[in-house]
């Protein structure tokens, strides 16, 4: 895993030629879950933090409309880190086969000319770039601490520093998926970015939209079945 992780990054256009004849997504999926399993411990904090602050706006929000809500920040304990960890991990894992899925259908519509594992492959190796985003995350973290235990304003330049470079390993990652389609879907760039991030979004929307209707669906008619008044 250290040498795909080392190659992807630094020469992506021999390695996505050399794992061309790979069959099956095994390789692919277990590099995943080591990624996300490494990038996951430290984001994890930031996305409990982020829960809570919009949480906490959205409260604001309802109270101003006269509506009284109440929330209690999570608490960021062991246990609860842990809990989130793995609930983000599952929940990432079970998506990204969804979202796979429906970038090779726009893949396909662009001309790919290979089956779901190969851009499965090129989907997945692509997150070695994430490994870049932990220095920038480990420093704005530690920079941001400082600034709100002291204020101090080398401490917050520091912090928006690191937030701007920790936007740089994003767009490798762009690159290295736009490589690997290139190679194992043998289209151009541009129609592996036409279909990877407009096509591929638009079809998610829709994807997740009848997804929402089917359930409500289903949950009125469970009400139904039991005897409970619809709202209308």
Not at 52 to 64: A, S
Not at 96 to 123: E, N, P, R
Not at 134 to 141: D, E, K, Q, W
Not at 184 to 201: D, G, P
Request: net charge positive.
């Amino acid at each position: 895993m250290y040498h795909r992780t080392i190659d992807s990054l630094i020469k992506p256009k021999i390695f996505y030629s050399d794992i061309k004849s790979e069959k099956g997504i095994k390789n692919p999926f277990w590099f995943m879950m080591l990624v996300t399993s490494i990038t996951f411990l430290f984001l994890t904090y930031h996305h409990i933090e982020l829960f809570n602050n919009v949480m906490q706006r959205l409260v604001e929000i309802y109270r101003m409309m006269g509506i009284d809500v109440k929330f209690s920040a999570i608490d960021i304990t062991f246990s609860t880190y842990i809990l989130v960890y793995i609930i983000l991990m599952v929940t990432f894992v079970l998506t990204s086969f969804l979202w796979y899925y429906v970038t090779h259908l726009c893949i396909k519509f662009m001309g790919g000319k290979h089956g779901y594992d190969q851009t499965y492959k090129a989907m997945t190796y692509s997150l070695s770039a994430d490994y870049l985003t932990l220095p920038a995350f480990i420093v704005s973290f530690i920079s941001l601490t400082i600034t709100l235990v002291n204020r101090n304003i080398i401490a917050t330049i520091i912090f928006f520093i690191s937030t701007i470079l920790y936007l740089i390993p994003t767009f490798y990652r762009l690159y290295l998926r736009l490589v690997g389609l290139e190679k194992l879907q043998e289209i151009s760039k541009f129609n592996a970015f036409i279909a990877t991030y407009i096509f591929a979004y638009v079809l998610l929307f829709f994807v997740v939209i009848i997804i929402d209707i089917i359930i409500i669906f289903i949950f009125f008619l469970l009400m139904t079945f039991f005897g409970f008044d619809l709202p209308f």
